[in-house]
């Protein structure tokens, strides 16, 4: 017998760090686990997005703090609609009046049908952008090796102080993004008329 319930952030560890192809800690509010019996077989994380112009980006600044990014999913066996049974379940413990963003990498392969079976919303894919990289850590992530000069001023420039020739930018590879409203009737349609970007078709119907 399935059922998801909330647990706790040392529940999600392994998940995380051996199972999720990051292998690195997000920001994490509400995690909820996928349970068959007393086995613990998933998870599903939503945190804070760690951009402030992807909050504000969405639907507005009067929308900015309602932002909630589902930043994990990590299945152990990754059978037959679990993926979709866990986030289903999950969206519907979070508060409500929340939106949810979450990212399909295209650089995974992924196009986000777990999304679309969840009736999310596709808004395209993310902007071309670059990621700050070191030679010999190119298994940190960008925002990781940013982080090293958090709070101070032309970061890039001490970046090139600090490392030389071995500071480079990569392409960032692109992603799409789905959205999900939860709440009421007026806030579903508060910010589908707020929403900053168009609503697409499925990518799946865009390469047909």
Known sequence: MKEVREISRNDCEHFILNIHYARRWPSISYAYGLFDFDELIGVCTFGTPPSAPLKKGIAGDNFKDKILELNRLCLKYNRKNEASYLIGKSLRLLPK??????????????????????????????????????????????????DEFRGQKNRSKLMREKY???????????????????????FRKEVINSLKYPIKPYPKEISK
Not at 114 to 130: D, M, P
């Open 97 to 146: 009046n929340n939106i949810i963003i979450s990212f399909a990498d295209t650089s995974q392969n992924h196009e986000g049908i777990v999304y679309q079976a969840t009736n999310f919303i596709y808004t395209g894919l993310s902007a071309k952008r670059s990621d700050w990289k070191i030679k010999g850590k190119e298994h940190l992530h960008g925002q990781t090796i940013a």
């Open 164 to 186: 030389g020739d071995n500071f480079y930018l990569s392409p960032r590879s692109r992603k799409h993004r789905y959205i999900h409203i939860i709440g009421s009737k007026k």
